[in-house]
């Protein structure tokens, strides 16, 4: 496990993080909380969803492990990547020239001149999705060699993109503003492309796609393609999972009283962060160690990488979990309390983030143990495992909503995410685990969470008597 692979993935998405929401800073300034505002998200809903699900998750835990295994890796990442580009290129195509259905599928309950208007936008914004799978395929090629900056990076490229137009575009009508928008998401996932391309020359990775496209006709990849098909269809159920939960969250909410909604939504950009920059950034740089090292049948070094992964992410995890616990009220009240947001609006959010933060661990958790069944090519497990937890998380949702409200939808997700990793470690191995936390550092663990929890109470004390002075 290299550190340094971790720290340039969580700077990545720490950079990204920011740049986004200066882009969202910048287009409430241009366009408000506008029907044009709602076309452009529209518009940028469906290739951004098929990028979560498809392009950030489903493929590249399918294709890695079974680019390690392959006997003919340029050919068989060719025949891979002009199956999917070809497949995206027709359903871009298919939006392009019916472009007023999909938005109506949408869009269900907007007028016909809302949905007339926003077609071209949601045209424009598809196209998005070709480039995007490009660089999940150059980056997961590069994540092969363990180079990892270059995406972690470029990812910043499309906010940079769109902040660029909307500063160019600003006075102009909000219609303007919507198509710059929508060709700055385009043009971003041109400078994504282009930065990988840079990278994958530089690594000489070019010439196993060269060679692969020479010998494209070779048979004996089948096979491999075959297997490869086999673990990407339970991939993308596996990475459906939290997409559908996000997405029935805000449904029951908007039975709630009013307000939920939002709670849910700023309480959720809090707990994604400590989520995105820890666990996810250190699960992405130890997946290809792993699907090497359980390839070459060494499944000691696996573990040994699991191991100390595994300690990174509980210390820096849990110090996460006690801050945001703890410092809950200081953490909305610095980036959301001003103007309409009030007081009372801040101390339902807290709640709503508290609730959040006690699955926090076994998420971040989860997602780490998960990639060693992603790595020994037990997708169809992950797959089942996540729509286990995915259940639970509902029926607790409904369980929970009336006598807590937005508080009971998050604690619902929380519980989820328990069941997610208990069934997760169950499948790795319970013994497996055991020797993990059969360590010196559990007690340092709990000594140091302790001190944390002592410090971060005094901090909130502290900061508190300035806050509601």
Known sequence: MKLKSIFTNSFGILFSRVTGLGRDVIMASALGASIYTDMFFIAFKLPNLFRRIFAEGAFTQAFMPSFVASKHKGVFATAIFLRFILFIFAMSLTVTLFPEIITKLLAWGWSSETIATTAPFTAINFW????????????????????????????????????????????????????????????????????????????????????????????????????????????????????????????????????????????????????????????????????????????????????????????????????????????????????????????????????????????????????????????????????????????????????LGAMGLALAGSIGGWVLFILTIKEVGFERFIEIIKSKKSLLFFIVMIFLAIAFFYLNQFILTFIRV
């Open 128 to 403: 998005y999705l070709d480039f995007i799978f490009m660089v999940t395929f150059m980056a997961t090629l590069l994540q092969y060699r363990e180079h990892f900056a270059t995406t972690a990076m470029s990812t910043s490229l499309l906010n940079i993109s769109m902040i660029s137009v909307m500063l160019i575009y600003m006075n102009h009508e909000p219609k303007v503003i919507v198509y710059a928008l929508s060709f700055g998401v385009v043009f971003g996932g041109i400078l994504q492309v282009i930065t990988h391309l840079i990278a994958l020359k530089h690594f000489k990775m070019h010439k196993i796609l060269i060679g692969g496209w020479k010998y494209r006709a070779k048979k004996d990849v089948k096979e491999e393609e075959k297997s490869f098909t086999k673990l990407f269809i339970p991939s993308v159920w596996g990475n459906s999972a939290p997409q559908i939960s996000s997405f029935l969250d805000t449904f029951l909410a908007s039975f709630l009283i009013t307000g939920s909604v939002s709670y849910l939504f700023y309480a959720n950009r809090v707990f994604q962060l400590p989520l995105g920059i820890i666990a996810i950034a250190t699960a992405t740089a130890l997946f290809p160690s792993i699907s090497k090292a359980l390839n070459r049948g060494d499944e000691k070094d696996a573990y040994s990488n699991l191991a100390r992964a595994f300690w990174l992410l509980a210390f820096l995890l849990g110090a996460s979990v006690m801050g945001g616990i703890i410092l809950a009220e200081p953490i909305v009240w610095v980036l959301f309390e001003r103007g309409a947001f009030t007081q009372a609006q801040t101390l339902e959010t807290v709640k709503v983030l508290s609730m959040y933060m006690i699955g926090l661990m076994p998420y971040g958790f989860a997602k780490l143990f998960s990639m060693f069944l992603y790595a020994s090519h037990r997708h169809s497990k992950a797959a089942k495992i996540a729509s286990i937890a995915l259940v639970i998380n509902i029926l607790a949702s409904l369980l929970l909503m009336k006598p």
